[in-house]
């Protein structure tokens, strides 16, 4: 085959070419063909791989590692580069790099006979009978499994997602329950964020097998995803008084303790397994991360930048740095902040990384630079993002059908009247944790978090394997009965009651519950609903240069914000006809203007009376988890207000596709 043919096909239909040729022997030819595809893409991961084995068995083993080297830069999670750096190890008799290259390999992949057979070996020839026992269970373990899912379960720890799950669900479909096919397909559920999916699959197979740790593990993992971290809770305690010094289970329950609002815990709970290992940058992270949510500004300033010294590129460490939108970074950080960019081996870095210099040089002032880090770390988000805009657009068009007059007319007095939530709705990057700060300030009132469990309510509604095109919600609203909406709204109340102290009223600032105030209406007839709400072209570049932790997916492109920011408006103009008076608008401009004005005007609708401390909000201590922590805690300032303006030359295609919205979004 001449180079202008390997040129033409696709280097996918090349590479089972290059398997047929190693195994048939013929090094010469194998690594030819992997150097011609490599001529095509240099990144290639199996090409690479490929012509590592050919270098070995042709004995030019110094031309093996160089191409693994090159393997590793490019691909450093790819656990069988690491295994055949090990046999090359082995072919030089150099047995402890063989060891720690096999040990690499497992460590990302255990479904590797290979490695772990050698392990066992090398351990045995240097007199480890520990090490080796140990890798001979795991090759005893392995051989117990179908050979399907050990092969299914070594493509997913590489990331062949595709190929993996091809290959469990045909397993499956033709074996039925096995226990570790079940958990390797959740695996892939939660690889993919299909957490739903993969929730389901570990509650049956610890239905099939209660006492299978490791399944368990993966379940409460899952539910610290879902925010069910009360659940999540439950699972882990036994796992604990089985494992008590079990680092991965211990960190799964400083999660959670987390997630339920016991920062000052999740704190003590981190701190303690950094004794064990104080250069973990993970655990420097999360340990900022709830320091910030308790207030302390100086201690997270410390942690993140211990992250950050612990592990190069980690790129979630300076996000979270300009994240604090009050810090600045010096001179110093920003070059290691560029430096850490042009070496960034991962998309995950490469954007928070984008994200945080965007933040960095607009803070100097240098907005042509700083718009150019923005957009390039949304095309990175939004590349590797699922967001289809259209379904939530189906979603409001069937939310304006469903939910007419005579629909809420029909179920006048249905659901459970308590008066305790508070629902703070809207766009994020609107003004809703200023509002929520305001109303946490009151001595009658619980501030929360940005609670999931209408979601979740939603979620049990529109099924399992929902038709995301035709989906059950919102027209399942129709078949309800008022039994259903009372113990929706029940089930809500006694959810939620894990994140209260007692006060009477508590919020809940999930933003995304707009899309939702006629079931919120027909469960909690009583609670009080807020819609913060933000001019559009602030609102929206707010949130284009914002990263989130999780969510919002729909924030990574100027198309899909601008959609969303309209669907929103035409979505909340409807529940003003069908529910006239049933939300407050509280617009983020007014409350600058005139803030005690405002205020009086919030606690009005909730039936509070005024309280000097809400117009004092910044002096409120509590703790308070979204992007604007550090910006409740100072007073009222306009500087929010036109910051967008700096970046106007670049924001031309917003305005045009925000259309009529940049004069509606009052009426």
């Given at each position: 085959m001449t180079d202008a043919e390997v040129t033409a096909a696709p280097i996918a239909s090349e590479l089972p070419r290059v398997r047929a040729l190693l195994r048939e022997q013929r090094w010469p030819q194998a690594l030819e063909l992997c150097e011609a595809l490599l001529a095509q893409d240099p990144d290639q991961r199996e090409a690479l791989l490929f012509a590592a084995i050919a270098q070995r068995f042709l004995g030019n083993i110094p031309a093996a590692l160089e191409t693994l080297a090159r393997l590793e830069q490019r691909h450093p999670r790819f656990s069988r580069l690491y295994e055949e750096r090990g046999n090359c190890f082995v072919f030089l008799k150099q047995a402890p790099q063989a060891i720690e290259a096999f040990r690499s390999a497992v460590n990302l992949n255990e479904a590797l006979p290979s490695s772990w057979r050698s392990l066992a070996i090398l351990h045995r020839m240097t007199g480890d009978k520990a090490g080796a026992d140990a890798a001979a269970r795991q090759v005893d373990t392995l051989q117990s499994l179908p050979r399907e899912v050990v092969t299914a379960m070594g493509l997913f720890a590489d990331g062949d997602l595709d190929l993996a799950e091809k290959m469990v669900r045909a397993y499956l479909l033709q074996h039925g329950h096995h226990i570790e096919a079940m958990r390797l397909l959740a695996g892939i559920g939660s690889a993919r964020k299909i957490y739903d999916d993969a929730e389901l699959l570990l509650a049956a197979v610890l239905q099939i097998a209660p006492d299978y740790r490791p399944a368990r593990q993966d379940y409460a993992a899952v539910l610290v995803e879902v925010h069910k971290y009360r659940e999540a809770r439950a699972q882990l305690e036994p796992l604990l008084a089985a494992e008590p010094d079990n680092r991965r289970f211990k960190m799964l329950y400083a999660a959670?303790?987390?997630?339920?609002?016991?920062?000052?815990?999740?704190?003590?709970?981190y701190r303690a397994l950094l004794r064990q290992e104080p250069d973990d940058a993970e655990i420097h992270l999360s340990i900022a991360h709830a320091q910030k949510t308790l207030g302390r500004r100086e201690e997270s300033i410390e942690s993140y930048r211990r992250a950050a010294s612990c592990r190069p590129n980690f790129g979630d460490a300076y996000w979270s740095l300009a994240n604090l939108k009050t810090y600045r970074f010096s001179d110093a950080e920003l070059e290691r902040l560029r430096a850490a960019e042009a070496t960034a081996a991962s998309d995950v870095d490469h954007y928070h990384?984008?994200?945080?210099?965007g933040k960095a040089l607009e803070d100097r002032g240098e907005f042509a630079e700083a718009f150019g880090w923005y957009s390039r770390g949304n095309a990175l988000k939004h590349a590797e993002s699922n967001y289809r805009p259209e379904i939530i657009e189906n979603n409001t068009r069937q939310q304006i059908a469903v939910c007419t007059p005579d629909f809420f007319a029909a179920r006048t007095g249905w659901g459970l009247d308590s008066p305790d939530p508070i629902f703070i709705v809207g766009l994020p990057r609107s003004g809703s944790t200023l509002l929520e700060q305001i109303l946490a300030s009151h001595s009658l009132v619980e501030g929360t978090q940005e609670l999931s469990n209408v979601q979740q309510i939603v979620q049990n509604m529109l099924g399992?394997?929902?038709d995301l095109d035709q989906p059950r919600y919102p027209r399942v609203l129709a078949e309800m009965s008022a039994e259903d909406f009372r113990t929706r709204g029940a089930q809500y109340l006694e959810e939620t009651r894990v994140y209260r102290s007692g006060k009477p009223l508590f919020i809940d600032k999930m933003p995304n519950n707009f899309r939702h105030i006629g079931l919120i209406h027909l469960m909690l007839p009583n609670a009080r609903i807020i819609d913060a709400r933000r001019e559009p072209m602030a609102c929206c570049f707010s949130?284009?240069?914002?990263?989130?932790a999780r969510g919002q997916e729909f924030t990574y492109s100027i198309e899909d914000i601008a959609r969303y920011y309209r669907t929103y408006l035409e979505l909340m103009r409807h529940w003003?006809?069908?529910?006239?008076g049933r939300v407050l608008r509280v617009q983020y401009e007014d409350v600058v203007q005139d803030l005690e004005g405002n205020v009086r005007r919030i606690l009005a609708f909730c039936g509070l009376e005024f309280e000097p401390a809400c117009i004092e909000f910044h002096k409120t201590a509590r703790s308070v988890r979204t992007a604007s922590s550090e910006q409740v805690r100072q007073p009222l300032n306009r500087e929010g207000l036109d910051q967008w303006k700096h970046f106007e030359p670049w924001l031309g295609p917003l305005q045009d596709a925000l259309g009529d919205a940049l004069h509606d979004y009052r009426a």
């Amino acid at each position: 085959m001449t180079d202008a043919e390997v040129t033409a096909a696709p280097i996918a239909s090349e590479l089972p070419r290059v398997r047929a040729l190693l195994r048939e022997q013929r090094w010469p030819q194998a690594l030819e063909l992997c150097e011609a595809l490599l001529a095509q893409d240099p990144d290639q991961r199996e090409a690479l791989l490929f012509a590592a084995i050919a270098q070995r068995f042709l004995g030019n083993i110094p031309a093996a590692l160089e191409t693994l080297a090159r393997l590793e830069q490019r691909h450093p999670r790819f656990s069988r580069l690491y295994e055949e750096r090990g046999n090359c190890f082995v072919f030089l008799k150099q047995a402890p790099q063989a060891i720690e290259a096999f040990r690499s390999a497992v460590n990302l992949n255990e479904a590797l006979p290979s490695s772990w057979r050698s392990l066992a070996i090398l351990h045995r020839m240097t007199g480890d009978k520990a090490g080796a026992d140990a890798a001979a269970r795991q090759v005893d373990t392995l051989q117990s499994l179908p050979r399907e899912v050990v092969t299914a379960m070594g493509l997913f720890a590489d990331g062949d997602l595709d190929l993996a799950e091809k290959m469990v669900r045909a397993y499956l479909l033709q074996h039925g329950h096995h226990i570790e096919a079940m958990r390797l397909l959740a695996g892939i559920g939660s690889a993919r964020k299909i957490y739903d999916d993969a929730e389901l699959l570990l509650a049956a197979v610890l239905q099939i097998a209660p006492d299978y740790r490791p399944a368990r593990q993966d379940y409460a993992a899952v539910l610290v995803e879902v925010h069910k971290y009360r659940e999540a809770r439950a699972q882990l305690e036994p796992l604990l008084a089985a494992e008590p010094d079990n680092r991965r289970f211990k960190m799964l329950y400083a999660a959670a303790a987390a997630g339920l609002g016991e920062h000052e815990r999740a704190v003590a709970l981190y701190r303690a397994l950094l004794r064990q290992e104080p250069d973990d940058a993970e655990i420097h992270l999360s340990i900022a991360h709830a320091q910030k949510t308790l207030g302390r500004r100086e201690e997270s300033i410390e942690s993140y930048r211990r992250a950050a010294s612990c592990r190069p590129n980690f790129g979630d460490a300076y996000w979270s740095l300009a994240n604090l939108k009050t810090y600045r970074f010096s001179d110093a950080e920003l070059e290691r902040l560029r430096a850490a960019e042009a070496t960034a081996a991962s998309d995950v870095d490469h954007y928070h990384l984008c994200f945080a210099l965007g933040k960095a040089l607009e803070d100097r002032g240098e907005f042509a630079e700083a718009f150019g880090w923005y957009s390039r770390g949304n095309a990175l988000k939004h590349a590797e993002s699922n967001y289809r805009p259209e379904i939530i657009e189906n979603n409001t068009r069937q939310q304006i059908a469903v939910c007419t007059p005579d629909f809420f007319a029909a179920r006048t007095g249905w659901g459970l009247d308590s008066p305790d939530p508070i629902f703070i709705v809207g766009l994020p990057r609107s003004g809703s944790t200023l509002l929520e700060q305001i109303l946490a300030s009151h001595s009658l009132v619980e501030g929360t978090q940005e609670l999931s469990n209408v979601q979740q309510i939603v979620q049990n509604m529109l099924g399992r394997d929902p038709d995301l095109d035709q989906p059950r919600y919102p027209r399942v609203l129709a078949e309800m009965s008022a039994e259903d909406f009372r113990t929706r709204g029940a089930q809500y109340l006694e959810e939620t009651r894990v994140y209260r102290s007692g006060k009477p009223l508590f919020i809940d600032k999930m933003p995304n519950n707009f899309r939702h105030i006629g079931l919120i209406h027909l469960m909690l007839p009583n609670a009080r609903i807020i819609d913060a709400r933000r001019e559009p072209m602030a609102c929206c570049f707010s949130n284009l240069k914002q990263l989130f932790a999780r969510g919002q997916e729909f924030t990574y492109s100027i198309e899909d914000i601008a959609r969303y920011y309209r669907t929103y408006l035409e979505l909340m103009r409807h529940w003003d006809r069908v529910l006239p008076g049933r939300v407050l608008r509280v617009q983020y401009e007014d409350v600058v203007q005139d803030l005690e004005g405002n205020v009086r005007r919030i606690l009005a609708f909730c039936g509070l009376e005024f309280e000097p401390a809400c117009i004092e909000f910044h002096k409120t201590a509590r703790s308070v988890r979204t992007a604007s922590s550090e910006q409740v805690r100072q007073p009222l300032n306009r500087e929010g207000l036109d910051q967008w303006k700096h970046f106007e030359p670049w924001l031309g295609p917003l305005q045009d596709a925000l259309g009529d919205a940049l004069h509606d979004y009052r009426a």
